[in-house]
């Protein structure tokens, strides 16, 4: 059974950095594929924030671009998520998400935010960022 972990939230200052991490477990190469990381915040929707694919391409919503970075481990079971110039509105739970389909970056960001039962994720990380 696929089991996710995810770790680095903390609480920081608006501008500040933080590093997320992932943690595969009973995860089959060939059977599973880490896809990427998403967020919800209370009283909001679920947000694919960035997504990586076999070959490691990327996508990210357009309100991290350029601040958030999506990495991949060389065991491809480790996901990580660099975060800079955080802001307030960055504030959420933040999910690491495999599914059972090898998907392009871009249909993994969509089927993150729509589709709620898409995979697999972990039980979060929260990340708050103080003005």
């Known amino acids: 059974q696929v089991q996710l972990a995810e770790s680095g939230g903390d609480s920081v200052r608006a501008g500040g950095s933080l590093t997320l991490s992932c943690k595969a477990t009973?995860?089959?190469?060939?059977?599973?594929?880490?896809i990427g990381w998403f967020r919800q915040a209370p009283g909001k929707d679920r947000e694919g924030v960035a997504a990586?694919?076999?070959?490691?391409?990327?996508a990210y919503v357009d309100s991290v671009k350029g601040r958030f970075t999506i990495s991949k481990g060389n065991d491809e079971n480790t996901l990580s998520l660099q975060m800079n110039n955080l802001k307030p509105e960055d504030s959420a739970m933040y999910y690491c998400?495999?599914?059972?389909?090898?998907?392009?970056?871009?249909?993994?960001?969509?089927?993150?935010?729509?589709?709620?039962?898409?995979?697999?994720w972990g039980k979060g990380t929260q990340v708050t960022v103080s003005s």
């Open positions: 990586i694919d076999r070959d490691g391409d990327t």
């Open positions: 998400a495999a599914s059972s389909h090898d998907m392009s970056a871009p249909m993994s960001l969509g089927v993150m935010r729509d589709d709620p039962d898409f995979g697999y």
């Open positions: 009973g995860y089959t190469y060939n059977d599973h594929f880490l």
